[in-house]
């Protein structure tokens, strides 16, 4: 029994398979790269100062800019809610 179980792990530990590549920083940048940090700053003072309808221009330019940001979606989807 004990001849049984040592053939059956060595025959499971020799496999000609490479074994995984370990989470680098570098690995991690390929497959989820990171947004760009956007200011919005301008964004906020315009909301402040009560000029919703600048604040919704600029943030559709900066939507087509950058099609993927979700804060810029949500500052325009909130500016957007302001202005009703």
Request: charged share 25%; with cysteine.
């Amino acid at each position: 029994m004990l001849l049984a179980g040592s053939i059956f792990l060595g025959v499971l530990g020799c496999s000609d398979e490479e074994p995984p590549t370990p989470a680098t920083n570098e690995n991690l940048e390929r497959v989820s790269p990171v947004e760009p940090v956007i200011d919005l700053s301008k964004v906020f003072e315009l909301r402040i100062e009560g000029k919703t309808d600048e604040a919704i221009d600029l943030l559709r330019t900066l939507n087509e800019q950058h099609p993927t940001s979700v804060e810029i979606m949500i500052q325009l989807a909130r500016s957007l809610l302001d202005a009703k």
